[in-house]
């Protein structure tokens, strides 16, 4: 079956510091996606992305978050100097056009921000 | 703005009976509700949605969920549950076509015992 996997499991970073988090979607998949939960927090939306553009975005993505798709298969969210706050488990997911509203999630990375 | 509750944060049963885990929700327009369902160390899988039509809802492993516009209730429901359907359940909602934001509840974890 295939998935949307995520790496790392788990990056630990120091405040301040710049961090990169990578997902590989599943292959015939348009959109993507990244969620992010704060433990204890419910899950909640960062990005959406679609045609190689942010399709939809939250109040939460902010000018120190981006996101990129370098090259056919990887889909990346790059934090610009973390903040304890940004400490959560973050989920990339996929969907395809035709059923764009059943969408598959990554195990997630847990960033910790030290 | 659009938001989902669910209001058990564990529900317990044992193998064989029937389960219910439990969802309202409030949008300003027409919903569009999901569950998904996280198994330990994995990503949010999708389960079903309601998007139109039919109240009840079948979906992925014998669940299904039943829409009730009155109650703005989303419940899931299994005739049966299996020690395997232990995991955390999660429901989500999108308030119009074309938005891919889900908003989701906080979770609740079923613990199904033998």
């Known amino acids: 079956e295939p998935e949307v996997t995520q790496t790392p499991s788990h990056q630990v970073t120091q405040m301040g510091q710049e961090v990169i988090l990578r997902c590989v979607p599943i292959s015939n998949h348009l959109y993507f996606y990244w969620y992010r939960q704060i433990l204890g927090q419910k899950v909640e939306f960062l990005v959406s992305?679609?045609?190689?553009?942010?399709?939809?975005k939250s109040e939460i993505f902010d000018d120190q978050f981006s996101v990129e798709r370098p090259d056919g298969s990887n889909f990346t969210l790059k934090i610009r100097s973390t903040k304890l706050e940004d400490s959560a488990m973050y989920f990339c997911?996929?969907?395809?056009?035709?059923?764009?509203?059943?969408?598959?999630f990554g195990q997630g990375t847990r960033l910790t921000v030290v | 703005a659009q938001s989902v509750a669910q209001p058990e944060d564990q529900v317990n049963v044992a193998e064989g009976n029937p389960l219910t885990v439990k969802c309202t929700y409030s949008?300003?327009?027409?919903?569009?509700l999901f569950w998904y369902v996280q198994y330990p160390n994995r990503g949010l899988q999708f389960l079903l949605k309601?998007?139109?039509?039919?109240?009840l809802v079948k979906g992925s492993y014998g669940f299904e969920a039943e829409f009730n516009k009155s109650q703005t209730s989303f419940h899931l429901k299994k005739p049966s549950a299996l020690v395997s359907d232990s995991a955390l359940y999660f429901c989500a909602v999108r308030d119009r076509p074309g938005r891919r934001a889900l908003t989701f509840g906080s979770g609740t974890r079923l613990q199904v015992q033998p």
């Open positions: 992305f679609y045609n190689n553009e942010i399709s939809e």
């Open positions: 949008v300003s327009g027409n919903p569009y």
């Open positions: 309601y998007i139109t039509g039919d109240n």
């Open positions: 997911a996929s969907s395809e056009l035709v059923r764009s509203d059943e969408a598959f």
